[in-house]
Structure formats: C-alpha cells, structure tokens
C-alpha cells in the first residue's frame, strides 16, 4: 500500500510539475548577499546558514506559490489548478511540523522561504485574534504599547509567532519573491516593532480590499500589505467579478 501510494504521488508530481528535475538549487550565497542589500537582521543571515546547510533537506529552489497560515487553502488551490508548484503551511493540517510556535515548524517554515523561485508569490496571514481591538481589553496592546500583557500567555505565543514571521518574509524578499501579508483593518500587527521595521524597510504598500467583493461569503475588510506596489490594482479584478455576478 505505501509503494502504491509513493508511486501515485510521484505520478502526480510529475504531472504537475514537470520541471522539477531541472529545478535550480538554493543558492545560499545569493541569499546571503541580499539580505544584506535589503538591510535584514543578522538573525535571519545565521538562520540561512544553518539550516540551508543541514544534510537531507531539499535544495531545489522551484516553488511557485506559498500559503503560510492556509486555512482552507484556497490560494493554494488555485495555484495548482494553473499547474503551479504551490505549497501550504497549516498547522490544523500537520500539526508539529507547520506549527510556527515549534522549533520544527519554524524550521519547515523558513526553509520553504528559502526554497521560492525569484518571481515568486507568498501570501501569509498570521493568527490575528489577539491583534485586534476587540481583544485589547485583555491582551492591553495599543498602538503605543503593541507587546501588549505578556504576562498573558497567549498573547507571548502571538508575539513569538508574528517575529518568525517576519523572519521568513526577509528571506522571502531576499530570493525576490513577492510577498502578501494579509490581515483586518483593526488589527495593530503593523505595529509591532519587528513587523513595523520590515514593513518601513521594504517600503511595503497597504491595500484594503473587502473579501466579499472577490466571491468570498464574508464581507471581511482586510490590509493586504506587499513591497510592490501594483498589489493595488487588484481593485481592477474586484470590478471584473463585480460585473460577472
């Protein structure tokens, strides 16, 4: 039963991604030069190091797509459709390994950072429920206080996981992927110091959108943040399915 299904899923790859045999390597000393062009920390250098240099993980640099925090998977899901290497990070799907709280889910995570092709596309939206207003009685953050009560638990958990994060979105910079972090307008993560950094040195750009203009069931109003831009002209596409529907 496990060969069948080794030979069914190596079937699939094949026909999905067709290339990957030819799939150029992660190249650690470019990375390394452009984290230091783009002014990232110097934890993400040595982080690059250690873990591009582990023995056993895969080198080769071919992801088209990424969902980090996917949920339900539906950016993902599309990208496969377009027979784009495309992969999730969730932890209600695997758990231990996709948990940015672990260490192995924070080494899964930055190692598939490390892995996206230039031109590539990462759309990531960290877990926003203490970041929001309607949470600050308890978790006590303001713009002018974003840690917030870390005496709180959960709100410490919050905080570890938005500065991974950040650490992954410098090295989806460095490898000139294109990155999409998404969250509710309420919510006060650009103010968290490691994220409000990433965001000034990048020159990252702040969009709303409304999820229901693009056939979602929620009305949602969200930021969608990126170092490009032309992220802004998804409005033209929340036009086009506004007149299909």
């Not at 960290?126 to 709100?155: F, I």
């Amino acid at each position: 039963k496990n060969k069948s299904v080794q030979v069914s899923l190596k079937a699939h790859e094949a026909l999905v991604y067709p290339n990957k045999a030819r799939a150029p390597v992660i190249n650690i000393p470019l990375i390394l030069k452009m984290l230091c062009v783009i002014g990232a920390p110097i934890m993400a250098m040595r982080l690059v190091c250690l873990i591009g240099n582990q023995p056993g993980l895969d080198t080769a640099a071919n992801i088209d797509q990424s969902e980090y925090y996917s949920g339900k998977h539906e950016v993902t899901t599309s990208a496969w459709t377009r027979k784009r290497h495309a992969v999730t990070y969730e932890v209600k799907d695997y758990g231990v390994t996709q948990n940015m709280l672990t260490p192995e889910g924070f080494v899964h995570a930055f190692h598939l950072a490390m892995r996206h092709k230039p031109g590539s596309n990462s759309v990531l939206a960290p877990v926003c429920s203490s970041w929001g207003r309607l949470n600050a009685g308890t978790s006590e953050r303001t713009a002018l206080a974003p840690l917030g009560a870390v005496r709180h638990a959960y709100v410490r958990k919050a905080n570890i996981m938005v500065s991974r994060t950040v650490l992954v979105m410098w090295v989806l910079a460095a490898v000139g992927a294109m990155i999409l972090l998404e969250q509710p307008v309420h919510s006060l993560m650009e103010m968290y110091p490691r994220m409000r950094h990433i965001i000034d040195v990048l020159q990252m750009h702040r969009t709303p959108i409304r999820l229901g203009d693009f056939g979602a069931e929620s009305p949602k109003p969200l930021w969608l943040y990126s170092q490009f831009q032309w992220v802004g002209e998804i409005k033209d596409f929340k036009e086009k399915i506004s007149k299909k529907t």
